[in-house]
Structure formats: structure tokens, C-alpha cells
């Protein structure tokens, strides 16, 4: 079956460290990949997605993923963490299924920001 | 331009009972998707409709859940009867057209309490 881990439920970082957040699919054919944030008591909002060509996907807030097919991972980096970034992050992986395309979320990561 | 908007965001139940969750995708929006997430997990597709058809309702529990889109704008999830394990956040997301790529626009969601 097809899924998606995410290594660490929690992640704790100290203002201005490097944030890396993990994440590896399972699929047969590579899937469309993304990184979603949800703030306490809001929707999920997309930080970045890969689709094809370059591996490296640069998004919003300063954060950007890197696609490594050999791995099967797409983990999340931001290189200086601010307190504002303290949120739940979803990755999630886009893969064929009933009546078209399906996506898959992980369990979400809840990242803490240390001052 | 307003977001995806849900009501109510919160609903007090007792089991037996039903409930229903209202949407209003953005507007222009053909693809609208309700999802279900536990808490500490991801979203997980309930079901996904391209304008008012229901083109992937396949994790929709059909005996007590069902949903509608009858004009292909607003769509209601509804749960009768509620039992407690249906305690969750439902969200509701739209996406200009069922493009695998597409960004999915969420809701706050709904966080329904059965007591």
C-alpha cells in the first residue's frame, strides 16, 4: 500500500537553527509531493509542492524540500527558525486512484520553536 | 477574495444524534474535497466531487454518512446517527479543476464533539 512517514510526531528547535522536518513515501512510480502547514485552529496551507524537473522545490516562509528519488524521501528545511514557524506540517504524496488522483497525507510533524 | 468557508467551525453533539457541516468552496472552484482528521493524524479523503459529481467516495462510511453538492457550488456533509468515534475535524477543500497538481485550498474545518 501506498503511504506516507514522517519521522517524528514532535521537533523541537532553539530560534535560529536549521529546521528539518522527514519525510519518505512508499510508491511504485514517483508521485507528486507536498509540504502542507496548519496553524492551531486553521486549514492546511501549501508551502511547496514538486511535480517534475527540478528536485530541489523552493517555497514559502523560507522553506524548501528536496526530492531524493534513491531515498524515496522529501524532507522540509527552513535554515533559521522563527517563532512564527511553531505549526503542525503535513507531507503529503499525490498517487492514481479511484475516480482520478488521490492524496495522501502523513500523520503531521508538530514543530516547536524554542526562544 | 474569500477562502474556503465552513460552518459551524464547532458542534456539540450526543450520539444518535445527526449533524450536518456546511461548505462554500471558492468561487470558480470545479474539484471540492471533504476530509476527515483524527487528531495527532492527516486528513484522510472522505469524498471528492468535479463539480456535483461524487467522483471518489470510496472511504465515505455510505451507512451513515452522505454528502451532496446539488448545484456544484455549496456542498453538506452529514452523519446520522453520530456515534463517538466520529469526534474529529472535518475539513473541506477546493481546487480549481482535478489537475493532480492543483493546489488545494482548505477550510478551518469543522471540529465535531460526540459525547
Known amino acids: 500500500a501506498q503511504s506516507v512517514t514522517q519521522l517524528g510526531s514532535h521537533v523541537s528547535v532553539s530560534e535560529g537553527a536549521l529546521v528539518l522536518l522527514r519525510c519518505n513515501y512508499s510508491?511504485?512510480?514517483?508521485?507528486?509531493l507536498f509540504w502542507y502547514v496548519q496553524y492551531p485552529n486553521q486549514g492546511l496551507q501549501l508551502l511547496l509542492k514538486?511535480?517534475?524537473?527540478?528536485?530541489l522545490v523552493k517555497g514559502i516562509n523560507g522553506f524548501e524540500a528536496e526530492f531524493k528519488k534513491s531515498e524515496t524521501s522529501f524532507h522540509l528545511t527552513k535554515p533559521s527558525a522563527h517563532m512564527s514557524d511553531a505549526a503542525e506540517y503535513f507531507c503529503?504524496?499525490?498517487?492514481?486512484?479511484?475516480?482520478?488522483?488521490?492524496?495522501?497525507f502523513g500523520a503531521g510533524t508538530r514543530l516547536f520553536v524554542k526562544a | 477574495e474569500a477562502g474556503v468557508v465552513q460552518s459551524p467551525r464547532y458542534k456539540i453533539i450526543e450520539k444518535k444524534q445527526p449533524v450536518a457541516f456546511w461548505c462554500n468552496p471558492i468561487?470558480?472552484?470545479?474539484?471540492l474535497y471533504w476530509y476527515l482528521q483524527n487528531l495527532g493524524q492527516g486528513p484522510e479523503l472522505l469524498i471528492r466531487?468535479?463539480?456535483?459529481?461524487?467522483?471518489?467516495d470510496s472511504q465515505l462510511p455510505k451507512d451513515r454518512f452522505s454528502a451532496e453538492r446539488l448545484k456544484g457550488v455549496d456542498s453538506t456533509l452529514k452523519i446520522q446517527p453520530a456515534e463517538l468515534g466520529d469526534s474529529a475535524v472535518y475539513l473541506c477543500?477546493?481546487?480549481?479543476?482535478?489537475?493532480?497538481?492543483?493546489?488545494?485550498?482548505f477550510g478551518p474545518g469543522t471540529r465535531l464533539t460526540v459525547l
Open positions: 503529503a504524496v499525490m498517487l492514481s486512484g479511484t475516480g482520478g488522483f488521490k492524496t495522501i
Open positions: 468561487s470558480g472552484h470545479n474539484t
Open positions: 477543500a477546493s481546487s480549481s479543476s482535478a489537475l493532480n497538481t492543483d493546489t488545494q485550498y
Open positions: 466531487y468535479e463539480n456535483e459529481e461524487a467522483v471518489d
Open positions: 510508491s511504485s512510480v514517483p508521485p507528486y
Open positions: 514538486y511535480t517534475t524537473g527540478a528536485t
